[in-house]
C-alpha cells in the first residue's frame, strides 16, 4: 500500500519513499530471521528448510523490487505519476493481500487454493497492464528520457507483482509436497 500511495500522489508524498526503505530492511531481518528458524527445524515439519528458504527470498523479492520502484521515482526526478503505474501498483496491492490471505491459509490449514488463483489472475492482469503502459510510452512522442525512466519503473513494478505469482507457485509446490506425505 505505501507503494501505491507514493506512486499515486508523487511527489507530493516523497517521503513514503522513505518509509518502503525501512519496510524493506525490515523485510530483510523477517527473512534472515525465517531462515535461521527454518534450519533448526525438525525434518518432519510440512515445510522443509528448502521450501522454506525458496519462500522466504521470493517474499523478500516482491518487497525488493516495491522498494527499488519507490527509490528510483526520487532519482530519476519524476514529476508527476503515470495512470498506468497507479493501475499496475493498485494490482500489487491485490496480489499482495492475496500472498497474506494464502501464507494464513497455509498456517490454519484453510483452503489456500483461491487465494492462488487471485493471486495467478492478478499477475496475468499485471502483464496486460505492463504491455499497454509500455506501448503508451512509444505513442505520442514522449521525451526518449522519460520513456527510459518509466519503462525501468513499469518494470520493477511489474518485478513485484511477478514475485507474487512466484511466492505462489512455491506455496502450490509446498501444498502438493504436504499432500503426498
Same mark, same amino acid.
Given at each position: 500500500?505505501? +507503494?501505491?500511495?507514493?506512486?499515486?500522489?508523487?511527489?507530493?508524498? =516523497?517521503? /513514503?519513499?522513505?518509509?518502503? %526503505?525501512?519496510?524493506?530492511?525490515?523485510?530483510?531481518?523477517?527473512?534472515?530471521?525465517?531462515?535461521?528458524? $527454518? &534450519? =533448526?527445524?525438525?525434518? *518432519?515439519? %510440512? #515445510?522443509?528448510?528448502?521450501?522454506?528458504?525458496? /519462500?522466504? *527470498? *521470493?517474499?523478500?523479492?516482491? %518487497?525488493?523490487?516495491? @522498494?527499488? !520502484?519507490?527509490?528510483?521515482?526520487?532519482?530519476? &526526478?519524476?514529476?508527476?505519476?503515470?495512470?498506468?503505474? %497507479?493501475?499496475?501498483?493498485? #494490482?500489487?496491492? &491485490?496480489?499482495?493481500?492475496?500472498?497474506?490471505?494464502?501464507?494464513?491459509? +497455509?498456517?490454519?490449514?484453510?483452503?489456500?487454493?483461491?487465494?492462488?488463483?487471485?493471486?495467478?489472475? $492478478?499477475?496475468? @492482469?499485471?502483464?496486460? $497492464?505492463?504491455?499497454?503502459?509500455?506501448?503508451?510510452?512509444? !505513442?505520442?512522442?514522449?521525451?526518449?528520457? #522519460?520513456?527510459?525512466?518509466?519503462?525501468?519503473?513499469?518494470?520493477?513494478?511489474?518485478?513485484?507483482?511477478?514475485?507474487?505469482?512466484? #511466492?505462489?507457485?512455491? +506455496?502450490? &509446490?509446498?501444498? /502438493?509436497?504436504?499432500?503426498? =506425505?
Amino acid at each position: 500500500m505505501v +507503494l501505491r500511495d507514493l506512486i499515486a500522489d508523487y511527489p507530493l508524498h =516523497s517521503e /513514503l519513499a522513505r518509509e518502503l %526503505v525501512v519496510l524493506e530492511h525490515e523485510g530483510d531481518r523477517i527473512t534472515h530471521d525465517l531462515i535461521v528458524q $527454518l &534450519g =533448526s527445524q525438525k525434518k *518432519t515439519a %510440512v #515445510v522443509t528448510a528448502e521450501d522454506g528458504y525458496a /519462500l522466504a *527470498t *521470493t517474499l523478500d523479492d516482491i %518487497v525488493d523490487y516495491a @522498494e527499488q !520502484t519507490g527509490d528510483m521515482l526520487g532519482v530519476y &526526478g519524476v514529476e508527476a505519476p503515470m495512470e498506468q503505474a %497507479v493501475k499496475m501498483a493498485e #494490482v500489487l496491492v &491485490g496480489a499482495a493481500e492475496q500472498v497474506a490471505v494464502a501464507l494464513r491459509s +497455509l498456517r490454519t490449514g484453510n483452503d489456500i487454493n483461491p487465494a492462488l488463483v487471485e493471486i495467478h489472475r $492478478l499477475e496475468n @492482469e499485471g502483464d496486460v $497492464l505492463h504491455r499497454e503502459a509500455l506501448a503508451a510510452l512509444f !505513442t505520442g512522442g514522449i521525451d526518449p528520457m #522519460v520513456v527510459i525512466r518509466w519503462k525501468d519503473i513499469f518494470s520493477w513494478i511489474e518485478g513485484s507483482i511477478d514475485s507474487c505469482e512466484q #511466492v505462489a507457485h512455491r +506455496l502450490e &509446490g509446498i501444498v /502438493l509436497r504436504a499432500g503426498r =506425505s
